[in-house]
T-cell receptor, first 112, second 115 residues
C-alpha cells in the first residue's frame, strides 16, 4: 500500500537560516503532492503543491522539489522565521483520487 | 482563513454515545472530505462527499457516517463512541474532488474527547 514517510521527526534551525524538510513516498502512481503547515491547536494550512509533471515549484519563501526517480519530496523554507515553527506534513494524492495520504509530520523549531 | 468552518471546536462525550460534527465548506467548493487526526499523527481519510453522495471511503467502520447537504455543508456522525475515537476531526473542502490541482483546504477541526 501507499506510505508517506518523513526522514526526520524533528528539525531545529536558527532564525534566518534555510530549512529543508524531506519526505519519501512509495506510490509511483501518485501525481499530486502537497505540503501543509500545522500550528498547535489548528488545522493544516496549505503551503504549496506540485504535480508529477514538474520537478520544482516556488512560492513565497518556499520551494518544493520533487524527485520521481527516488520518490522523494522536499520543502525548502528560505530565511526561516519564528512564525515558521510548526509541524509540516507532506501528503500525496492521485489523479481522480478522493483522498490524500499524509505522513506523520516533521516538527520544525526555529531558534531565535 | 480558509473559509472552512467547523463546529463545535471542542467536545467531550462518554463511551457509547453518539456525536455529530458539522462543517461548512469554502464558498464555491462542492466537495467535502473528513479526516481523523490522532495526537502526534498525520490526518487519516475517513470519507468524502460530492454532490450529496459518499464518494470514497477510508478504512473506518460503518459507525462513522456522514451527510452532505444541497448547500455543500456536511456532517460527520459517529455512533457507539470508543475511547480510541478521541482525536481532532478535520473537514476539508475542495472543488470537484480535489487532487491534481484542485487545492484542498482544511478547517480548524473539532477536538473530540471520549471518556
Amino acid at each position: 500500500g501507499e506510505s508517506v514517510g518523513l526522514h526526520l521527526p524533528t528539525l531545529s534551525v536558527q532564525e534566518g537560516d534555510n530549512s529543508i524538510i524531506n519526505c519519501a513516498y512509495s506510490n509511483s502512481a501518485s501525481d499530486y503532492f502537497i505540503w501543509y503547515k500545522q500550528e498547535s491547536g489548528k488545522g493544516p494550512q496549505f503551503i504549496i503543491d506540485i504535480r508529477s509533471n514538474m520537478d520544482k515549484r516556488q512560492g513565497q519563501r518556499v520551494t518544493v522539489l520533487l524527485n520521481k526517480t527516488v520518490k522523494h519530496l522536499s520543502l525548502q523554507i528560505a530565511a526561516t522565521q519564528p512564525g515558521d515553527s510548526a509541524v509540516y506534513f507532506c501528503a500525496e494524492g492521485g489523479t481522480g483520487a478522493n483522498n490524500l495520504f499524509f505522513g506523520t509530520g516533521t516538527r520544525l523549531t526555529v531558534i531565535p | 482563513e480558509t473559509g472552512v468552518t467547523q463546529s463545535p471546536t471542542h467536545l467531550i462525550k462518554t463511551r457509547g454515545q453518539q456525536v455529530t460534527l458539522r462543517c461548512s465548506s469554502q464558498s464555491g467548493h462542492n466537495t467535502v472530505s473528513w479526516y481523523q487526526q490522532a495526537l502526534g499523527q498525520g490526518p487519516q481519510f475517513i470519507f468524502q462527499y460530492y454532490r450529496e453522495e459518499e464518494n470514497g471511503r477510508g478504512n473506518f467502520p460503518p459507525r462513522f457516517s456522514g451527510l452532505q447537504f444541497p448547500n455543500y455543508s456536511s456532517e460527520l456522525n459517529v455512533n457507539a463512541l470508543e475511547l480510541d475515537d478521541s482525536a481532532l476531526y478535520l473537514c476539508a473542502s475542495s472543488l470537484a474532488g480535489g487532487g491534481s490541482g484542485n487545492t484542498i483546504y482544511f478547517g480548524e477541526g473539532s477536538w473530540l474527547t471520549v471518556v
